[in-house]
Nanobody, 115 residues
Framework: VQLVESGGGLVQPGGSLRLSCAAS????????MSWHRQAPGKERELVAV????????NYADSVKGRFTISRDNAKNTVYLQMNSLKPEDTAIYYC?????????WGQGTQVAVSS
């Protein structure tokens, strides 16, 4: 199982970024996928989750209305579109899946929101 995130960077408050997570080594179209983040000095938290078909999504209250999770099962990729970014969104963002009761994480991509 391999999860590789990309798309992070430095952005000004109010800006947008789109994160991508390329997956391999498992049957992607049967796996629920999620994005998590960890800010300095804080615990890792769930940001968004999407069902295997993409038909169901859920979000943390802190990102509802600003972030959108989506997936392309033909490309084995899950995305996180982040709009109206705030300084408090600064964190390392991780992609995750759970297979047979085991958690698999990507290496993370850094997002920094600052003027």
């Amino acid at each position: 199982v391999q999860l590789v995130e990309s798309g992070g960077g430095l952005v000004q408050p109010g800006g947008s970024l789109r994160l991508s997570c390329a997956a391999s080594g498992f049957t992607f179209n049967r796996a629920r996928m999620s994005w998590h983040r960890q800010a300095p000095g804080k615990e890792r938290e769930l940001v968004a989750v999407i069902s295997s078909t993409g038909g169901t999504t859920n979000y943390a209250d802190s990102v509802k209305g600003r972030f959108t999770i989506s997936r392309d099962n033909a490309k084995n990729t899950v995305y996180l579109q982040m709009n109206s970014l705030k300084p408090e969104d600064t964190a390392i963002y991780y992609c995750r899946t759970e297979l047979f009761f085991n958690n698999y994480w990507g290496q993370g991509t850094q997002v920094a929101v600052s003027s």
